[in-house]
């Protein structure tokens, strides 16, 4: 008789954990975010001067790929974005008499970080990853072709006046969520997701699909930035 009250209590206990963690698992799965028509993924520059080995490296850029690759299976609408600038580009520190990359200068919109020459049009260094592999991916945005002002943003050049036309095509195709990814975090990424922000759509940076430069903290800077704008910060293991 003990034994079949204790068989009884057993299977009892079993069947509340089952349920406990039934619960759990579905609480879980509710609290992951499901792409759906109105979303799009933004894949930011994951060209190959900005992968390990490229003239404007990233730390562990290339990482961000299979990352990319496995979330945007996820997504039907796409957008990419590429660095496509002139050869002696206003941004290039080659550009300028006596000046190293990483200086700062002013220009006529404001403070230009001077960088090492990157992502010349038609350069295999422009070119987007070979492994990203993205078939529906439906736009490729380019910036930065303008050769007296830089452009960071996917929306906006650096001018913070010169349109992509990125937010009217979104805008025509009702999307009013974006999932940011790339490279790097505290320039062209920071900056795609805090003008979303100002475009009207909803924004999340997914944290594992991007690496940063972090030139004096420009990392932090950069998501404090994005924080106060309203962008979200989530994983990757975040998106169901």
Not at 9 to 28: S, Y
Not at 73 to 99: C, I, L, P, R
Not at 130 to 137: V, Y
Request: with cysteine; proline share 3%.
């Amino acid at each position: 008789m003990l034994q079949r009250r204790e068989l009884m209590l057993g299977l009892a206990g079993l069947a509340l954990a089952q349920t406990t963690f039934g619960r759990l698992g579905a609480a879980l799965a509710a609290d992951q975010i499901k792409p759906g028509p109105s979303s799009a993924l933004i894949v930011v520059d994951v060209q190959n001067c900005f992968l390990p080995g490229g003239s404007l490296a990233v730390k562990d850029g290339d990482q961000v790929i299979p990352v990319i690759n496995r979330i945007a299976k996820n997504f039907e609408n796409v957008v990419m974005t590429q660095d496509w600038h002139t050869a002696h580009h206003v941004s290039f520190a080659s550009t300028h008499d006596g000046k190293k990359p990483f200086e700062m200068i002013k220009l006529a919109y404001g403070n230009q970080v001077l960088w090492p020459d990157h992502c010349a049009q038609g350069t295999e260094g422009a070119s987007i990853a070979k492994d990203i592999n993205i078939p529906q991916a439906a736009l490729v945005i380019r910036k930065g072709f303008h050769n007296d002002v830089d452009s960071y943003s996917a929306f906006l050049e650096a001018d913070k006046e010169t349109k992509t036309g990125l937010a009217s095509y979104l805008k025509e195709r009702r999307i009013d969520t974006i999932f940011v990814t790339g490279l790097a975090t505290d320039f062209c990424v920071a900056w795609t997701a805090i003008d979303g922000r100002h475009a009207g759509l909803n924004v999340y940076v997914v944290d594992d699909a991007c690496r940063g430069i972090d030139i004096n903290g420009s990392v932090a800077a950069a998501w404090k930035d994005m924080t106060d704008a309203g962008v979200k910060k989530i994983q990757s293991s975040d998106i169901a």
